[in-house]
């Protein structure tokens, strides 16, 4: 907005050189801090669309970005047609099309022209900020959701660290405590209190500093609400609907994507909607009777001759045979450095070709890999309704070990209070070091100075 403001004052003071740098100097320093803010705002939109979805897609982002180069280019049309409309063209009569600028009175009206154009594409700049809703509570609890969701997923594929754990468990301890804390004023007389926190009771005597941790208490208050609202998703009427809705298509199989009926998306509209959790239900079953229609016509063009279970082992293999390749060109370039050490010519000659014959090898690997990854793609997406399935009810079995996970959790943080032990007396040594090696070398140049 204040971009709006500065560019917009050089409008009436274009002939004060004074005031146009003044007012160009503030416009640059409130155009840096889109530095800060774009890398910000798409964190965050990462953070959403991983919540919303359960995928994490940062790289489909530079896709995304496309669409503003399409954009620029369109609009980067603009000032050409209007240089051209004031007579800054080849075949001007003038030797270089931009003299025509020295006639003060077309300079004047395109400058004029050119900074009110400029407050368009800064307003058309700011209105999409006003669209956007993800306020800093919700974003932090929607980290939180994301990490009870990772120690889930983590703990089914044995790969959960005690840090990962011990944070975790920590987040739906204080997440507990605070789903039953009563909100607390933010303003007004008796702002000066005590506040129970789930390490126990402070009490703040200064206005201000009591103020902002009951601030902090209310908004602890919406994240912990939604860290519970995940933790106990699974038995919503409208979860558990999904879930019969999941087991359903995965008892069919992949068969049942290719025979599924166009029936199936008229029973869904046929669902009631007279309440909030009715219509859920029902959006839920278009959606993915959509999906599974969508997934068939996929498998009818993509998998004329059958669809079968794509087999994740062929990356094995291949990876195998890469890694290998690898070891082998390493050696293969070792023994010809050496030969080239030792002048033997021979060696050197036989050692290239071994090398080319290697790159060829890995070469010839590397496009299967991409060939499997493009047929692995392929059959994730044609296959999607399903996958979601499968995914969704390994995430409920994950969900009802929580009890199994939260046995853990004093020995993960002794082990992990341990390690932060060690690691702190490792650094402190570290430190030690250092500081003794600056001591030496001060007391070695003081020898110096003396000699």
Do not use: C
């Not at 602890?220 to 699974?234: L, Y």
């Not at 063009?301 to 059958?306: A, E, S, T, V």
């Amino acid at each position: 907005m204040f971009n709006i403001i500065f560019i917009a004052a050089l409008y009436p003071f274009i002939n004060n050189i004074w005031l146009v740098l003044i007012f160009v100097y503030l416009n640059g320093i409130v155009a840096s801090f889109a530095h800060v803010l774009d890398p910000s705002v798409q964190a965050d939109i990462r953070d959403y669309q991983q919540y919303v979805t359960g995928e994490r897609i940062d790289g489909m982002f530079a896709a995304v970005g496309l669409i503003g180069s399409a954009i620029t280019l369109a609009t980067s049309s603009v000032l050409p047609a209007i240089y051209k409309a004031y007579g800054i063209y080849e075949g001007n009569g003038y030797k270089n099309p931009f003299d025509v600028l020295y006639d003060k009175a077309i300079y004047d009206r395109l400058i004029h022209v050119l900074i009110l154009v400029s407050v368009v594409g800064a307003v058309m700049n700011v209105i999409p900020y006003f669209f956007y809703d993800l306020k800093e509570t919700r974003q932090r609890g929607i980290v939180n959701v994301l990490k009870i969701r990772a120690l889930f997923e983590d703990y089914a594929n044995n790969a959960l660290s005690d840090e990962d754990l011990v944070e975790a468990i920590d987040l739906v301890k204080e997440a507990r405590f605070y789903a039953k804390a009563e909100p607390l004023p933010e303003s007004g007389a008796g702002i000066v209190m005590s506040i129970e926190t789930p390490t126990g009771t402070k009490t703040f005597n200064s206005t201000k500093q009591a103020r902002k941790a009951a601030i902090e208490h209310n908004r602890m208050i919406e994240i912990s609400q939604m860290v519970i609202e995940e933790m106990n998703k699974f038995s919503t009427e409208h979860v558990q609907n999904q879930v019969k809705l999941a087991h359903k298509i995965t008892e069919a199989g992949l068969i049942g994507l290719v025979n599924v009926d166009k029936s199936v998306l008229a029973e869904a509209k046929a669902l009631p909607k007279s309440t909030k959790e009715e219509k859920e239900i029902r959006k839920q079953a278009i959606s993915s009777a959509k999906g599974r229609l969508a997934s068939k016509k996929l498998i009818n063009k993509n998998y004329k001759d059958g669809l079968e279970e794509f087999d994740t082992k062929v990356f094995d293999n291949l990876f195998a045979r890469e890694d290998a390749v690898e070891e082998e060109l390493e050696t293969a370039y070792q023994y010809m450095f050496e030969a080239e050490s030792k002048g033997l010519k021979h060696e050197v000659i036989q050692a290239k070709q071994d090398i080319r014959s290697l790159k060829k090898a890995r070469n010839e690997v590397r496009r299967a890999i991409k060939i499997a990854n493009n047929e692995y793609s392929l059959f994730r997406r044609t296959t999607k309704p399903y996958q979601d399935a499968v995914k969704l009810l390994k995430q409920e079995e994950n969900y009802r070990r929580f009890d199994e996970i939260a046995e853990m959790f004093e020995e993960a943080k002794a082990r992990k209070e341990e390690s932060d032990r060690l690691k702190e007396e490792a650094e402190e040594k570290e430190k030690a070091a250092k500081r003794a090696e600056i001591e030496r070398l001060k007391n070695e140049k003081k020898l110096k100075k003396k000699k």
